[in-house]
Every structure is written in structure tokens, then in C-alpha cells.
């Protein structure tokens, strides 16, 4: 099958526009055209005719895709010679909109420059230790001059009693998103030989700051116990065997696990048999089974016979499963038929249409003559071997835990939603073999059985990962194919499938966030709906059949993140979804640390804290993704892991990405580490579960004047604070203290005049400080009065 070019895409109508050409400022119209030539002698006729040319050219499937600046009577008279003018590229309204864009840029710049000094805010500032102990310096500042043209520089000292320029300096880089300034860190962090306790931050703009450097990660973790076994996988595998496997240790194990069969199965590791004949797209046509492949569609055949007569009609005969076409032949013998008369005879023949469908070429008009073509058998191109099933596949979850009645809290970790990650099935199956194994000998581990109710499913996405490891290794999709027939021929077959993390029903594209594509041959294809996949909806179902889940983990590779919700925004003004309050946000830093210090604990691998925390901070926008339809629609506590962390290479002073499918060798130690942070979040969820500790919580002055005080609160663990400023009694429906903004401190209250403030604190299990019942009558609030003044 010759490759074919991939026809351009539908250019919009000629923009209206109204004046022509003139020597103006306002540039009266002229707007950049799409002009299509059928060859190379017809971009030298524009040229030669002193046409105004970008430097632009495209061949596509009908000539030459040239780009021309025109006016509105320049279009006209090209039309007019006949020339194919397709659509407006650009015209004055972009041009309009840039203007103002500049403009608006020109006069943030101003103002950065006419104001004394700009304000820094050092949002984190950390080192810490990765592979082979090599230290690393981390810093993000945000400055409140937003302008490209504000510098920051970090410089720190060597470690305690050390000058505060001796450790190093370095300029740190402006950090936007969806247009959007969000803060300056560096590109990557920065490798350093002590470990400095200070960092000083200052600006071409005058502002300067500094502050401490905290250690990021090593919090110490117990030994496991001498007994303790891990290291359970020695090579990839394919959804079979991790459904075997799992299956597996459900009967070994019955007391402690079982399997649950999800309700929607896939659509299968199968395709429809597909032949196509020529290699030019007007000549070019292609046949669909009727049936799958492994259904009897790869036993069709069908040839473009010349019947080597003249004036022969175009006709169809089906013999069995072989479709034998007799092409049209003219007075002189050459053959006649288009590809779009066979297309419409093999369709129109009864025979023929109960085997197969016919269609040109990615839409087009399929009228180039066709070429004879003997006898091919179609095929579903599928190389997996006999032990994967072509059928639709039962998905399944394993379920571990002492009492799996649904009265302990639950823990839904999840793997592969993207097909081409490998090493990620391969950490849910060691974490299971982990809890189970060492559940008779490990006391650590019993108490997590017995504490929690744990579904583990190794591969969200069977038929998508049977086709990487067979087929097309980089495929991140399910299989299903939703493209119509101008999208549907055999040469797309790699660009198929639906984008699982895409399909969910919260923050989606169909809603107008971004990250997801309505192509149905894009890497990020939401699908038709959302939820229109069953390996979407399955998980679905069981995060509503089991409502005790609140924690969940989706793993993906790679680059070494940690993430959680909101995890979309619009790209309009970068309008997110909801940020989790204060509380919960505190909460998921807390734990990142201890379970970022497991993944640490295995060979020293540290996730960087620039890639540490809601998913649009750190990444980018992912509409449609699962944990924020876990999160905002069952309140489900969850995290994405990207494994596969950067390594870093001393001698070069680089990191270097891992890629989706490492040498086993490195594959495996992702694998080892990361089931090591799933451990940990299992540890996280249970001291959830028996956390019966209330809060405590202080009211801190933070700056005074003669005219206004202002004061925030701290607690003693992650919680969320209620408060009112009018004596009142807070309640739950009391304002409640919030960030200062993305990954800042607490809100800075001010006011202007003496209130007594009332207030009390909720950690994240429910638990309410002092016992204070929000909805009841007690008063054992929080109570102080905050003064402003002489003397406040």
C-alpha cells in the first residue's frame, strides 16, 4: 500500500472585506489568502505576475498550497484569471486584535516601570537529594510586575554560618500558562554541593526578598520488616497477563481478595478488514469488512479486474467471499472507470455490499481512472498472538481487604488509562502482590488489609495496550474507531481510538475546557460524548457502586509528577475549575511529602516540587480527565503519578526523559518505586480512616497600622477555618479562610476598624476543634478581638 498525501483541511469562506489596497495606516482590508495552483507553474505565474507571496508552499491533493497577501480587488481579479482562492488566513481583525494585545502588554510594561520597586513573593524555596545523593536547588517566585521584561535573579549561600552569595547564583526563568504569567522559577533544578539554608531573590525592577531553603522530601520511614518481599515483575505485560495475574491472586488468596468484573466490556482488540487499491487520491479507493477481521472479514478478497476488451461495462460479481470487480474499458480498450464509479458499484451490488463498504479516498471526489489490481485479501493488520482474545474484553478489578462489606474506607488505584505506558500496570500489580504476599508476616501491611478496602485495576485500557505492545507502540488510545469514512481507511489505522482520560464528564470539551480534541484521529479525542467509552464508564460504576472509595491514584508516565484536581481550565482568561479549598489543598501537600519520601525511599528518585501539585499548575490543562470526575463528582481524594522522573546525568549536568517504554532495566525500578508511593498513599488513606484528632488552631497578626490590622490563622494540621467578623456564631456557611493565591500561604484578612473575630477549624476526616457543633448552639468557638489603632 503506497503512502498518499493527507489532503488539506476545509479552508472557511473568503473573509468579506471591504476596500482595497491603499497607502494607509489602517492597511484597508488586505487580508492573507489561501490560493491553490495544480502545479509548479502555476506558483511561477503568481510570482511572475508580482503576486505578494509568503514565503509558503504545501503540496496538496488537488496541486500546490500557496499563501498570498491581497487586497479585496487583488483576490477578485485572481479569481476572475481563475485562480482558486480557499480562505482568509488572517486579515484586519487579526491584525486589530494584535494592536491590542501590544497595546495592553505596552502598558503593563509601563506601569512596571513607573512603580518604585515590584513585590516578590517566594512561593517555595527547597533542595533536596535524588539519584546518587546529587543535591538540587529549587525556587519559585512570583513577582507582581508581570511584564517579560522583568528579570529575577536567586543567589544562596553554602549551608549554615556560609556568606550569603558563597553558595551559587543563578537567573531564574518566567513561567507562563495559557498566555498567562504565573510566576519565575528555573527551567529544571538546579544541581548544587551543599545544602544552603538561605536564597535571595532580586529583581531588575528594585523588588528583592529572602528566605529559608527547607529540605523537600527524606522524611524518614520505618524499615520494613526483615521478612518483607517485593520485586514481583520481571518483564511488560500485556492486559492478558495482568488480568491472569490478578486473577491469579484472587484464589490464592480468598480471604483477603477477590475479583470484581466490571460491567461494560471493551470493544476488543479488533478491527474491521480493510484493502485499498491505488496510490493516487483521485485514483484511490478502499474496502471495510462488514464483520470484524477475526470474524470472517480477513477471508475477503476482492480485485480490480481489466477486461481487456473495449467498451466493456464497469460490473461486479461476488463469488463465495471474492468480490471480483470488471473494470469499464473505453472504444480503444483503456480503462475507464473512476474510483468513485466502483466505489458506488460495489456499494450498489447486494452481493458485494453484505461483505464490504466501499469509499474513495479521505473524501475526495474520486474521479481519477483506477489501476487493475489482482486478488487482495483483506486484513485487520492485528499481529497479537493466539493467547489475546479479538473479542470484547472483560474488565476486571481486584479487590483486597480483610472486611470488603463496604464499612472500611476505600482506595481505587488505577493504571494504564493510556495505552503506551508500560511501566504503569506493572506498579498496580506489584503493589498487589506486596499487600498480599506479605500480609501473614508484615505488620505493617495486615494493618493496611485490615484497615481498608483496596480495588486495584492494573490496565484501564485493555485493547489500547494489546495494540502498543503488537501493533503500534506508541498508541495512547482505546481502539474504537469513530472516524467516518473520509478518516476510515487502512493508513489511519495508528490514529484510532478515544483518549480515556479525556472522556470523563467533568471539565470536559464538550463543556469548553482544553486539553481535548473533537478529531477523531487526535492523540487527546475526547470521543463522540462524554462517557461514551465502557473503560471510561467502569470506572464510573465503581466508584458509584462502592461509595466508601475516597482516595484514588491514577498512574500515567512520564516525567515524574505528582498532581491532583483541578485539572482543566479554559484557555480564555485560563479560567480553571474550582480550586479545592485551603484545607484540602494543605492536605494534599502534607501527604505528597510522605508519599513522595517512599518513592524517594527505594533508590533515590525525587520528584521535583515544580512538579508537584494541581495538574494545570505544573502540567497543563487535561479536559475531561478522571480525577476531576472523581473529585467533583463523588468527592474522591485523588492523585495523578507521571513515573518515569527525569534522570540526571553528572558528567553532562542534564536530565534526559526516560520515554514511555525504558529498557526494562529502568522500567522495572519505576515500577519498584512508584509501588512503593502507592504503599504510601494505602498509609495516607488509613491514618485518614482512624484520625480522631481534632485540630487546634491560632489567630496570627500579621501587620499593623494606625488604620487598619491585618491577621490570618494557623492549624495544627491541614483543616479548613470558619470564621465571622461581626461577633456572630460561625457556622459551616461562615466565611472561610482561603489561599493568598496559586501556591501561596494562607489569606491575609484586613480590616479597618476593631472586630471581634469568632472561628474554629475542620481537619479533612470531619474532625472539629474543641468538639464546637457548627449547627448546634454551643459557643465553645474560637474568640479574640483583633484591634486597630493606637496601641492595636
Known sequence: MSPLPVLADPSPPVSDVAADRQPSDTQNGVALIRIIVP??????????????????????????EVHAVLSPQEAQDLRDLGFDLRGVISDQSDYAENVAERR????????????????????????????????????????????AQTVLTATWDSGPGTAPNSGGTATMSRFTDAGQYMYHRFSSPLAITEAPTKVTITSNRGGSVTADVSKWLGTPRKAPSQHYVSDFVDHYMDPTELTDRIVGLAKEFPKTAEIVDLPYQTNGYR?????????????TLYVSSKVYGNEGGNDISMALVNPNAASAPLTVTVNGK??????????????????????????????????VTASTYRGNAGSGVVAAAAATKLTDFLKAPATVKRGPFQMKALRIGKNRDGSKVGVFLYCQEHAREWVTPLTCVET???????????????QLVNNLDIFIMPT?????????MY????????????????????????????????????????????GASTSCTSDTFAGPAELSEPEARNEVWLTTQFPNIKFAMNTHSYGGYFMWPPGAYKSAGRELLPRVDYGTENYFWSASDHILSAVQTYRGTAIWPGRTGPVPDVLYSAAGNS???????????????????????PTTKRFTAVGFQPAFSEGHEEAMEFANGQIAILEVASAFANDNQRPDSELKVTGTTDTATTFTFTTSEPANVYYTLDGSRPTLDSLKLTASGMREGAQQITVDKTVEVHWFAVDIAGNVEKNYKPDGNGKNYNKTTVKVGTGG
Open 39 to 64: 502545479d509548479q507553474a502555476g506558483v511561477d505565474r503568481l510570482n511572475d505576475m508580482g503576486v505578494d507571496l509568503a514565503e509558503y508552499k504545501k503540496p496538496v491533493d488537488d496541486g500546490i
Open 104 to 147: 495592553q502588554a505596552l502598558a503593563r510594561v509601563a506601569a512596571a516601570l513607573a512603580a518604585d520597586t515590584d513585590t516578590l513573593t517566594v512561593l517555595r524555596a527547597e533542595w533536596f537529594t535524588s539519584l546518587d545523593n546529587q543535591r538540587f536547588l529549587s525556587v519559585e517566585v512570583k513577582s507582581s510586575a508581570t511584564d
Open 271 to 283: 478491527r474491521l478488514a480493510q484493502a485499498q487499491f491505488g496510490t493516487v487520491a483521485a485514483s
Open 322 to 355: 471474492d468480490i471480483v470487480v470488471s473494470l469499464a474499458t473505453s472504444g480503444t480498450g483503456a480503462i475507464s472507470s473512476t474510483a468513485k464509479q466502483v466505489v458506488d458499484a460495489v456499494n450498489a451490488n447486494p452481493a458485494a455490499a453484505a461483505l
Open 432 to 446: 498487589a502482590e506486596r499487600l498480599l504476599r506479605n500480609y501473614a508476616h508484615d505488620g505493617a501491611t495486615k
Open 460 to 468: 484501564v485500557n485493555p485493547d489500547g495496550a494489546h495494540y502498543s
Open 471 to 514: 501493533d503500534y507502540n506508541m498508541q495512547r488510545r482505546n481502539m474504537t474507531n469513530h472516524c467516518a469514512a473520509n478518516a476510515a481507511d487502512p493508513a489511519n489505522r495508528n490514529g484510532w481510538g478515544v483518549d480515556l482520560n479525556r472522556n470523563f464528564s467533568v471539565g470536559s470539551i464538550f463543556d469548553g475546557y482544553s
Open 627 to 649: 480525577a476531576d470526575e472523581h473529585w467533583f463528582n463523588r468527592g474522591i481524594i485523588g492523585w495523578d503519578f507521571e513515573v518515569g522522573a527525569d534522570l540526571y546525568n
